[in-house]
C-alpha cells in the first residue's frame, strides 16, 4: 500500500512539473522585457561635440544600472538617434519612436526650438512618455506647464539673472547681448531683458547670428561699436567661438559671459586661450572637477569605469544626474512600468536627493532645480568657480 501510495505522490508531483513547464513556469520563466528608453541627440553638426558628452552621461549610469542587476530586474535599453541638431529630424525621429509601444521614456533632447516644436506638433500629449532631462533652459519649454516634461536644470532666465548680477555688482551698465537667431536665443534675449529691465538698465546693443553657422562677422561689428562692458552670449559652442576669437582680434575689450551650454574645453580647442581667458559661463549643476559631493564622486568613478577615458565635463555630469533621475522614476513605477505610471512616478519625486544635489518635482511642477553659479575660463584653460 505504501509502494502504491508512493508511486501516486511521484507521478503527481511529475505532472505538477510538466504542467509548470508548460505553463512558463520556474523551469522557463519568461525574460523581463527591457525598459527602452530614447534619446534624440546631436551627433552631428555643430552641437556634434556637446551631443556626444550628453549621451555619454546617460550611458555611464544606464551601463552601472545593467550591470547591477538592471531596475526590478529588467535591463535598460538606451536607443540613440542623431537629429543633428536639426528641428525636423528631432521631429521625425521622436514621432516613429513613440510609435514602439516598448518606449517608455524620452531622454536628454537638446534644443529649445527642438523641443519646442514637440509640444506644438503635440507629440509629447498623444505619445504620453515623459521627456527628462532635456538639454535646454527655453522658458516655452517651462510656461505654460506641461506635464510630460521633467527638467533637472535650472531655466534660462535664472541663467541670465544670475549673470547680469555678478555684471551689475562689479559695477558694470552697459551690457549687450550676442544671440542664436531661432526660440534658443530668443529665450535668452527675454531673460537679459528682463534682467537689466529689473536694475532700470536698457542694453546698449544686440546681434544675431544664424543657427547651425558659426558666422559672426556682422555681430562682431555691431556690437564692437556699441562699446559694451559685458556681453552676455546666448550661443553654442562654435559661434561663442569664433566671436570670442573675432571680437578680441577687432580690439574687443568688454567681459564676455555665455549661458551654460557651452563646453569650455571646446572653446579653448577652436579658439584658443587667449581669446576665451575670462570668459563667464554660467552652470546649472554642481562643479564636476571636485569631489565634495556623494554624486560627484559616484559621477567621476562612473566616469572612469565605464566612460571610455573621456573627460569629466559639465555637460555629462548634467545628463548623469537625469538618468538617476529617470531610473529613479522607474523604479517607483514597479515592475513593467507604463508611461502613465512612469510620469507619476516622477512627479511624486519631492525634495529628492541625487547625492548631495536634490530635485523637486509635483503634480503641478516640472522644473526640478534652480541652482545656478557663474564659472570663468582660468589661465590654464580650466574653470575656476
Not at 103 to 131: E, M, Q, R, W
Not at 322 to 336: C, D, F
Amino acid at each position: 500500500m505504501k509502494t502504491r501510495s508512493r508511486r501516486f505522490l511521484l507521478a503527481l508531483q511529475a505532472a505538477a512539473s510538466a504542467l509548470l513547464v508548460g505553463l512558463g513556469g520556474p523551469a522557463h520563466a519568461a525574460p523581463v522585457p527591457d525598459l527602452t528608453v530614447v534619446q534624440v541627440a546631436p551627433l552631428t553638426g555643430v552641437l556634434a561635440s556637446t551631443g556626444q558628452q550628453m549621451v555619454l552621461g546617460g550611458k555611464i549610469y544606464f551601463d552601472w544600472v545593467n550591470a547591477n542587476g538592471g531596475v526590478h530586474g529588467a535591463k535598460i535599453k538606451h536607443t540613440v538617434l542623431d537629429d543633428g541638431y536639426k528641428v525636423d529630424e528631432t521631429v521625425r525621429l521622436t514621432r516613429e519612436a513613440l510609435v514602439d509601444p516598448a518606449v517608455v521614456a524620452l531622454f536628454g533632447f537638446a534644443g529649445t526650438a527642438n523641443v519646442s516644436k514637440l509640444l506644438a506638433d503635440g507629440i509629447l500629449d498623444v505619445g504620453g512618455a515623459p521627456l527628462v532631462a532635456p538639454y535646454t533652459g527655453g522658458e516655452a519649454l517651462r510656461s505654460p506647464f506641461n506635464p510630460y516634461i521633467f527638467h533637472v536644470r535650472a531655466g534660462y532666465m535664472d541663467e541670465t539673472e544670475h549673470m547680469v548680477h555678478q555684471a551689475a555688482t562689479l559695477g558694470m551698465t552697459r551690457i549687450a547681448v550676442m544671440y542664436q537667431n531661432d526660440a534658443f536665443g530668443k529665450a535668452g534675449l527675454a531673460g537679459v531683458e528682463a534682467a537689466v529691465a529689473k536694475r532700470n538698465l536698457k542694453l546698449v546693443g544686440t546681434a544675431t547670428y544664424e543657427r547651425n553657422t558659426d558666422e559672426v562677422g556682422d555681430a562682431v561689428k555691431q556690437l564692437k561699436l556699441a562699446e559694451p562692458q559685458a556681453i552676455i552670449m546666448i550661443s553654442v559652442n562654435r559661434s561663442t567661438a569664433a566671436f570670442a576669437k573675432q571680437y578680441r582680434a577687432a580690439g574687443g575689450g568688454g567681459q564676455l559671459y555665455n549661458i551654460s551650454v557651452v563646453d569650455p574645453a571646446e572653446l579653448v580647442k577652436l579658439a584658443g586661450l587667449k581669446a576665451v581667458h575670462g570668459l563667464g559661463i554660467s552652470q546649472v549643476v554642481p562643479f564636476p572637477f571636485g569631489a565634495n559631493k556623494p554624486v560627484v564622486r559616484e559621477y567621476q568613478a562612473l566616469m572612469k569605469k565605464y566612460g571610455s577615458d573621456q573627460p569629466v565635463s559639465y555637460t555629462s555630469f548634467e545628463e548623469f544626474l537625469g538618468a538617476k533621475v529617470l531610473v529613479e522614476g522607474l523604479r517607483r513605477a514597479g515592475p513593467l512600468p507604463t508611461r502613465a505610471k512612469l510620469v507619476k512616478a516622477l512627479e511624486g519625486m519631492d525634495n529628492f536627493d541625487l547625492g548631495g544635489t536634490r530635485v523637486n518635482y509635483s503634480q503641478t511642477n516640472r522644473i526640478g532645480s534652480r541652482f545656478v553659479e557663474v564659472t570663468v575660463i582660468g589661465v590654464s584653460g580650466k574653470l575656476l568657480r
